[in-house]
């Protein structure tokens, strides 16, 4: 009976990775009863890594090239089984083989609409989604954190969590970009930037290398995203609010002559706020920007257009379109057309 068990017994001479398939990132090489015979052959093929583990401790790491397995090539092993230099036993050990190719087209987006914190804004709503990848970088930490001693765990088993991670730190990159967020929804290379350098740590706690992120798309509410859009076209004006308000002056004047030109009784400033360009024609008057438009100035004007003007400013200035100051100063002007 002990014959039998001894020839039943099977060694193992070569030990290398077979598993290839797509999204593949930790495999473990099928032991069984097997053991691995003293001077066996390790092949580690380019963009691959291989860890023994030990009666649940990670071990001896292999980086690509073929190895000898004895004392020299598995100090760590051999400590943690203690054995004496001969090495000359065969041994027991799971050996872990862990695919360091770039995992690439990872998608990642945003169920529903996230609340960020912005210094021009106060607070956004916004939607978004994209791409990213990456690769197992530390093996060690990737099977102690992550795969641990499964016979495979591949990217859809970890594709959820890695989402969940892009979604937490959002907000986070946002902020910490110092980067006004028009200015990183209008550069969407800005954004992903941003978010690359606020989750490159978080994926190196897991043992993963992120190696590139991308913003494909970025979806604003509508009203934000028409104040996006001036911002775009005013072109070399920049991060200059009161240059942008005076931008949407210039783009309202037309809209102030059709207004005035068929000589309707509500005035000019009514006729404005009846076309929706009563934002323009406050920071027009507030900032007397041309000769011309001063000249505009509307004399005689009705009382409750003056008070429907002063709510439209007290709006601008909560947003913080206007400061206090420059609504003080259309508010006394507005008022002195009342005596």
Same mark, same amino acid.
């Given at each position: 009976?002990?014959?039998?068990?001894?020839?039943?017994?099977? %060694?193992?001479?070569?030990?290398? $990775?077979?598993? @290839?398939?797509?999204?593949?990132?930790?495999?473990? /090489?099928?032991?069984?009863?097997?053991?691995? #015979?003293?001077?066996? #052959?390790?092949?580690?093929?380019? $963009?691959?890594?291989?860890? %023994?583990?030990?009666?649940?401790?990670?071990?001896?790491? %292999?980086?690509?090239?073929?190895?000898?397995?004895?004392?020299?090539?598995?100090?760590?092993?051999?400590?943690?089984?203690?054995?004496?230099?001969?090495?000359?036993?065969?041994?027991?050990?799971?050996? !872990? /083989? %862990?695919?360091?190719?770039?995992?690439?087209?990872?998608?990642?987006? =945003?169920?529903? &609409?996230?609340?960020?914190?912005?210094? *021009?804004?106060?607070?956004?709503?916004?939607?978004?989604?994209?791409?990213?990848?990456?690769?197992?970088?530390?093996?060690?930490? /990737?099977? =102690?954190?992550? $795969?641990?001693?499964?016979?495979?765990?591949? +990217?859809?088993?970890?594709?959820?969590?890695?989402?969940?991670?892009?979604? #937490?730190?959002?907000?986070?990159?946002?902020?910490?970009?110092?980067?006004?967020?028009?200015?990183?929804?209008?550069?969407?290379? !800005? /954004?992903?930037?941003?978010?690359?350098?606020?989750?490159?740590?978080?994926?190196?706690?897991?043992?993963?290398?992120? @190696?590139?992120? +991308?913003?494909?798309?970025? $979806?604003? &509410?509508? *009203?934000?995203?028409?104040?996006?859009?001036?911002?775009?076209?005013?072109?070399?004006?920049? @991060?200059?609010?009161?240059?942008?308000?005076? !931008?949407?002056?210039?783009?309202?004047?037309?809209?102030?002559?059709?207004? =005035?030109?068929?000589?309707?009784?509500?005035?000019?400033?009514?006729?404005?706020?009846?076309?929706?360009?009563?934002?323009?024609?406050?920071?027009?008057?507030?900032?007397?920007?041309?000769?011309?438009?001063?000249?505009?100035?509307?004399?005689?004007?009705?009382?409750?257009?003056?008070?429907? +003007?002063?709510?439209?400013?007290?709006?601008?200035?909560?947003?913080?379109?206007?400061? #206090?100051?420059?609504?003080?100063?259309?508010?006394?002007?507005?008022?002195?057309?009342?005596?």
């Amino acid at each position: 009976m002990a014959l039998m068990d001894f020839i039943k017994k099977q %060694f193992i001479d070569v030990i290398a $990775s077979t598993e @290839d398939a797509d999204g593949m990132l930790a495999w473990r /090489f099928p032991m069984m009863d097997m053991e691995i #015979q003293n001077g066996a #052959q390790l092949v580690v093929r380019e $963009s691959q890594m291989a860890l %023994f583990v030990n009666e649940g401790k990670a071990a001896d790491v %292999f980086g690509p090239g073929t190895y000898r397995l004895a004392t020299q090539t598995l100090p760590v092993l051999t400590y943690l089984k203690n054995w004496d230099k001969l090495f000359e036993s065969p041994f027991k050990s799971d050996v !872990y /083989f %862990f695919s360091t190719r770039q995992q690439v087209d990872q998608k990642w987006g =945003t169920p529903q &609409p996230i609340t960020l914190r912005d210094a *021009d804004f106060g607070a956004v709503r916004v939607r978004a989604f994209g791409n990213y990848s990456f690769r197992v970088a530390d093996p060690k930490r /990737f099977h =102690t954190e992550i $795969s641990g001693t499964r016979e495979r765990y591949g +990217t859809e088993d970890i594709d959820g969590q890695l989402r969940a991670l892009v979604l #937490q730190n959002i907000s986070n990159a946002v902020a910490g970009s110092g980067i006004a967020f028009l200015d990183l929804a209008a550069n969407q290379l !800005y /954004f992903a930037q941003a978010l690359t350098r606020q989750l490159a740590p978080e994926f190196e706690k897991i043992g993963l290398k992120l @190696d590139g992120m +991308t913003v494909q798309n970025v $979806s604003l &509410p509508e *009203d934000l995203q028409k104040v996006l859009d001036q911002k775009i076209g005013m072109g070399m004006v920049g @991060d200059d609010m009161a240059k942008f308000m005076q !931008y949407q002056a210039a783009q309202a004047i037309p809209k102030f002559a059709e207004g =005035t030109g068929g000589g309707g009784g509500g005035g000019m400033v009514g006729d404005a706020m009846g076309l929706g360009a009563g934002v323009a024609l406050g920071q027009v008057l507030a900032q007397n920007l041309t000769s011309g438009l001063q000249g505009m100035a509307v004399v005689g004007v009705r009382p409750e257009d003056v008070m429907n +003007t002063l709510e439209k400013l007290g709006d601008l200035k909560a947003k913080g379109i206007l400061t #206090q100051g420059e609504f003080d100063a259309k508010k006394a002007e507005l008022l002195k057309k009342l005596v």
